[in-house]
């Protein structure tokens, strides 16, 4: 497994734009496929993108398609999330999911997790 650590959450205004980071421990980064997944108050956590770990293919949920853009910087050893376009509907706690299966990752079942990091859109 590896350690995951968020960051970049803020507040923002609707129609902005945020950027989070996912930095990740080992040596063995680059194994592994990763996921962001996101929590709103009162709901259940649901996914949110995910890249393999060439970073070659991505998948996103139809709610961010088009607005938000997963990548990573496996010398940094370290995933993004970049959302622009940002809705009050996209305020949640934000998480990184890593796992060495892609469809693990996509099922929210991944062995490794990080805390979370929040995200707060104002309309």
């Known amino acids: 497994q590896v350690q995951l650590v968020e960051s970049g959450g803020g507040l923002v205004q609707a129609g902005g734009s945020l950027r989070l980071s996912c930095a990740a421990s080992g040596r063995t980064f680059s194994s592994y496929q990763m996921g962001w997944f996101r929590q709103a108050p009162g709901k259940e956590r649901e996914f949110v993108a995910a890249?393999?770990?060439?970073?070659?293919?991505?998948y996103y949920a139809d709610s961010v398609k088009g607005r938000f853009t997963i990548s990573r910087d496996n010398a940094k050893n370290t995933v993004y999330l970049q959302m622009n376009s940002l809705k009050p509907e996209d305020t949640a706690v934000y998480y990184c999911?890593?796992?060495?299966?892609?469809?693990?990752?996509?099922?929210?079942?991944?062995?490794?997790w990080g805390q979370g990091t929040q995200v707060t859109i104002s309309s």
């Open positions: 999911a890593a796992d060495r299966s892609f469809s693990t990752v996509v099922a929210g079942k991944s062995g490794s």
């Open positions: 890249i393999t770990w060439s970073g070659s293919n991505t």
